[in-house]
Nanobody, 117 residues
Framework: QVQLVESGGGLVQAGGSLRLSCAASGRTFSSYTMGWFRQAPGKEREFVARISWTGAGTYYANSVKGRFSISRDNAKNTVFLQMNSLKPEDTAVYYC??????????WGQGTQVTVSS
């Protein structure tokens, strides 16, 4: 079992930056693939980024590639999402997720990111 708590969301102007954090409980955090997803109003939840359990492998949605960066600190049971050059279309609730197999089984409660134009 893994419990996830996101933080770091807020209101930012277009072109600005935010850093999201996801704190995980559980002693097996380092064995999970971690991911970030987002859901905008009226839209389905979409994949943003994921990182392998070692941190060596990362993968991004095309919409955020080159602007967002995912990283993790297994010693602190935390995964991060650095978001730069934010756009109004990045506005969404951002969720942290953990996968022990091929699917993401554990989810946080989400943190709101609002980008004003």
């Amino acid at each position: 079992q893994v419990q996830l708590v996101e933080s770091g969301g807020g209101l930012v102007q277009a072109g600005g930056s935010l850093r999201l954090s996801c704190a995980a409980s559980g002693r097996t955090f380092s064995s999970y693939t971690m991911g970030w997803f987002r859901q905008a109003p009226g839209k389905e939840r979409e994949f943003v980024a994921r990182i392998s359990w070692t941190g060596a492998g990362t993968y991004y949605a095309n919409s955020v590639k080159g602007r967002f960066s995912i990283s993790r600190d297994n010693a602190k049971n935390t995964v991060f999402l650095q978001m730069n050059s934010l756009k109004p279309e990045d506005t969404a609730v951002y969720y942290c997720a953990a996968a022990s197999t091929a699917r993401f089984d554990y989810w946080g409660q989400g943190t709101q990111v609002t980008v004003s134009s």
